[in-house]
């Protein structure tokens, strides 16, 4: 490559470009192909002082790294070498997709600014970006996430940070999970476009393997059934399954409690908007349709059919007005006022009031959901049989499913035993009976309407619909457990939990966000499975060996404009693509 200068007679003017020279065989001589047009000579010479010798040194550089891409290597090893002691040369190289989402998101910039508000000496950016890169691809304890560190070229420096200044570094994120929610939420409407008229809500819960409670960890309704103290997570995601924002709070506070505040955060801060909030049946309470309402925003809820008055349970089971596609699945809607109880503080004591809501109940039934509850109680009864059998044999968590089939028999809350109460233990069978009445039966209830303006936009189908994409956030906490693996938590500090649940927030966004760059083609798992794949190992001089190459791989290269096809890479080549993956 070299510089080319053209002078036009007319105007005048010289134009400068960059050009490839080459053999030309059908003509028989050489000739030369623009590579870039550099612009007009006199326009250069207001940003340059010498455009000619600045190009001209440019032009070295690039032939210069042309060169050693091409270049051919000798390597000389002996057969009797040996591994020097406790020998870690295997690098990872597949991380440079996180940095790339990391610096599209603008967490790098966000911890320096801050670290030079707070004046903390430490690198906090550094140390935020080795908890994620180790949580999406190696998870585990922080010790572990320190000692892993030399695996990435990242932190092959020692002295970048201490393994004590990673615990410091907790306590400053514990203080700004708001802002960096808010920092991520906004810098994906700017560069994806969020797409925010549902959201999805639900809670988790993570469990602790420790014996006494403290401030945050508590006992409570253990999602696993468990009987240690839990931490609960509350979770908001946009339509195509993207976080928002989340919430930690104390394991024994009703998840109920936690549905409004966050909407109210999101329409607030997050500029959200009008929304349609779509969760389970615990959220289906008179407090959050009263106030959700009262905020002019929208609900989808499931209803639970037993738990409905006897006018509801009627309505499910009349035949009337029910329309069936084909022989398996039918449905029918009405609109009906319906009594709810709400709660509020009057002279500091908590009071209630009966409000009437226009709700629109949409119900549906399955044949396939019938069989699989049937299938799912046949496996309840069995247990239920056995704990009649020898109570004593059996605990709140072991007789998980079983319980609500048998009378006369408690659980005792401080041990989790069961005990008989007021007779025999016994089968329920009433309960029995009403359950196999309305098998395969399922409601929604919702305030959203299929008339003016969203005329056409949301008949029944369309809020079923809605409704299912609840599926997203439950796969979200399972990727939370199991990819990321947010438990076990090897800390004790609530600040450092808080921060500890900060950082797997973070990794959630930023796998999601690879997922949505490569099509949503591929799991969780299998990116992950590849990016820890593409690594490489030194072969002396600098230079570094790849050894796999996958279809996945191929795809994360083709979404992030990263070549993964390369065999051998130099350290220097690697270094500045790593750079070049942190700016945006």
Not at 79 to 95: I, T
Not at 207 to 215: H, N, S, V
Not at 515 to 533: D, H, I, Q, R
Request: proline fraction near 2%; charged fraction near 35%; hydrophobic fraction near 35%.
């Amino acid at each position: 490559m070299f510089v080319k200068q053209t002078h036009n007679k007319k105007t005048g003017r010289t134009n400068l470009s960059i050009v490839q020279g080459y053999h030309d065989k059908e003509r028989g001589h050489s000739r030369t192909k623009t590579i870039e047009n550099l612009g007009y000579l006199d326009e250069l010479q207001k940003i340059y002082e010498d455009p000619k010798a600045h190009f001209d040194r440019v032009c070295q550089e690039r032939n210069r790294q042309a060169k050693m891409e091409a270049a051919e290597y000798t390597i000389v090893a002996r057969k009797d070498s040996v591994l020097p002691e406790n020998s870690a040369n295997r690098r990872n190289y597949g991380y440079i997709v996180i940095l790339r989402i990391l610096a599209e998101l603008g967490l790098d910039r966000f911890f320096v600014n801050r670290r030079q508000r707070t004046k903390i000496e430490f690198n906090t950016q550094a140390i935020m970006r080795l908890l994620v890169v180790s949580r999406i691809l190696s998870p585990g304890s922080k010790q572990k996430a320190y000692n892993e560190k030399k695996r990435y070229f990242d932190f092959e420096r020692g002295d970048m940070f201490k393994q004590e200044d990673v615990y410091r570094a907790l306590s400053h994120f514990a203080t700004l999970d708001g802002d960096i929610q808010r920092l991520i939420h906004d810098r994906i409407s700017k560069r994806y476009g969020r797409k925010t008229g549902i959201i999805y809500y639900d809670v988790t819960n993570y469990y602790f393997e420790i014996e006494k409670e403290d401030e945050l960890r508590k006992k409570g309704v253990s999602k696993e059934h468990r009987p240690d103290p839990i931490v609960q997570m509350g979770m908001a995601l946009d339509e195509e399954g993207l976080p928002i924002s989340y919430e930690v709070f104390e394991g024994n506070e009703s998840e109920k409690l936690h549905l409004r505040p966050m909407v109210s955060e999101l329409v607030r801060n997050y500029d959200v908007g009008k929304v349609i909030t779509v969760a389970d049946a615990a959220q289906n309470t008179g407090n959050n349709i009263y106030y959700i309402e009262k905020a002019g925003q929208k609900y989808v809820f499931s209803q639970s059919i037993r738990g409905g008055g006897k006018a509801f349970k009627k309505y499910v089971l009349d035949e009337k007005g029910y329309e069936w596609f084909g022989e398996e699945y039918k449905r029918k809607s009405q609109a009906e006022m319906r009594d709810i109880q709400v709660s509020f503080m009057k002279d500091g004591k908590e009071r209630k009031k009966t409000v009437s809501v226009e709700q629109r109940q949409i119900v549906f039934y399955s044949k396939k959901y019938a069989e699989r509850s049937r299938y799912k109680r046949e496996i309840a009864l069995k247990k239920a049989k056995s704990i009649i059998s020898n109570p004593g044999a059996y605990t709140r968590a072991t007789a998980y499913g079983a319980l609500k089939y048998i009378k006369n028999l408690v659980v005792d809350k401080e041990t989790g035993e069961l005990k008989a109460v007021e007779g025999v233990p016994c089968f329920d069978l009433d309960r029995v009976r009403e359950e196999e009445e309305f098998d395969g039966y399922y409601a929604i209830v919702t305030n959203v309407y299929d008339e003016g303006e969203n005329k056409g936009k949301f008949g029944d189908d369309a809020i079923i619909d809605i409704y299912h994409g609840l599926w997203r956030i439950e796969d979200s906490f399972r990727v939370t457990k199991s990819d990321l693996e947010t438990r076990p938590v090897y800390l004790s500090r609530e600040d450092r939990i808080r921060a500890h649940f900060l950082t797997c927030f973070i990794s959630l966004v930023v796998l999601r966000l690879i997922e949505k760059k490569t099509g949503n083609v591929y799991s969780p798992a299998k990116l992950v499975e590849a990016m820890n794949n593409i690594s490489c190992s030194s072969e002396g001089s600098n230079l570094f060996l790849f050894d796999y190459r996958d279809e996945v791989a191929d795809a994360l290269g083709r979404a992030f404009g990263i070549d993964f096809t390369k065999e051998r890479l130099t350290r220097a080549e690697i270094k500045k693509n790593i750079g070049d993956a942190k700016k945006v």
